[in-house]
């Protein structure tokens, strides 16, 4: 059974950093597709970051290029989403998710994934 578990969130002032964390466990975590999604109060789940499978490329949308960053640990099973100049419009509910399904759907779209973390909330605000 696949589970994701989120952590690293918190409350940071604008221009700050966080990392994000997301702990993969029940399997090994090289053939799956994960993504960052976040949500914020009264908008749509959207996709953030993605690193594909088997040592895919990066994805990311264009709000966040060059300030957020998408990795893997494979020795912790963890995928981090490193965060800098924060902006009070990054403040949200993230979650990781996950797929090993290569559905050619787009990895912005969460009925893409099939595993979800329980998410983690950042709030940027002075």
């Known amino acids: 059974q696949v589970q994701l578990v989120e952590s690293g969130g918190g409350l940071v002032q604008p221009g700050g950093s966080l990392r994000l964390g997301c702990v993969f466990s029940?399997?090994?975590?090289?053939?799956?597709?994960i993504t960052w999604f976040r949500q914020a109060p009264g908008k749509e789940r959207e996709g953030v970051a993605c690193s594909a499978r088997r040592d895919g490329p990066t994805y990311y949308i264009d709000s966040v290029k060059g300030r957020f960053t998408i990795s893997r640990d494979k020795a912790k099973n963890t995928v981090y989403l490193q965060m800098i100049g924060l902006r009070p419009e990054d403040t949200a509910v993230y979650y990781c998710?996950?797929?090993?399904?290569?559905?050619?759907?787009?990895?912005?779209?969460?009925?893409?994934?099939?595993?979800w973390g329980q998410g983690t909330q950042v709030t940027v605000s002075s």
């Open positions: 998710a996950a797929t090993n399904i290569p559905r050619g759907s787009s990895w912005r779209s969460p009925q893409s994934y099939d595993y």
């Open positions: 029940g399997v090994a975590m090289e053939s799956y597709t």
